[in-house]
């Protein structure tokens, strides 16, 4: 299985990017799927995930009503919206998988999550 992110860049609060997350090996509608983040010096957090059928998602309190989490069966892809960024959204993002036997279950624990991305850079300027 294999997770590629793409989407990052350098841009100036208050701008918006789309993170992409390209999943071969493993059809995504199988998947629990989620983002997180890493800053230079703190831990790996989650941003969002979302289920299998994509009917439940999670949102960190600092992300709600700013970033929208979307999966596309048909190009095996999971995409996080992100606008109105902030210098605080400054992380590497990763998207991470795991298979689920339940339709609905969203998993917002890195341990939860088998499979990684490499990570794409996102940088706010403010």
């Known amino acids: 299985v294999q997770l590629v992110e793409s989407g990052g860049g350098l841009v100036e609060a208050g701008a918006s990017l789309e993170l992409s997350c390209s999943v071969s090996?493993?059809?995504?509608?199988?998947?629990?799927m989620g983002w997180f983040r890493q800053a230079p010096g703190k831990e790996r957090e989650v941003v969002s995930a979302?289920?299998?059928?994509?009917?439940?998602?999670y949102y960190a309190d600092s992300v709600k009503g700013r970033f929208t989490i979307s999966r596309d069966y048909a190009k095996n892809m999971v995409y996080l919206q992100m606008s109105r960024l902030k210098s605080e959204d400054t992380a590497a993002y990763y998207c991470?998988?795991?298979?689920?036997?339940?339709?609905?279950?969203?998993?917002?624990?890195?341990?939860?999550?088998?499979?990684w991305g490499q990570g794409t850079q996102v940088t706010v300027s403010s």
């Open positions: 991470a998988g795991r298979g689920a036997s339940f339709w609905n279950t969203v998993k917002t624990s890195a341990t939860d999550y088998v499979d």
């Open positions: 090996g493993r059809t995504v509608s199988n998947y629990a």
């Open positions: 979302i289920s299998r059928n994509g009917v439940r998602t």
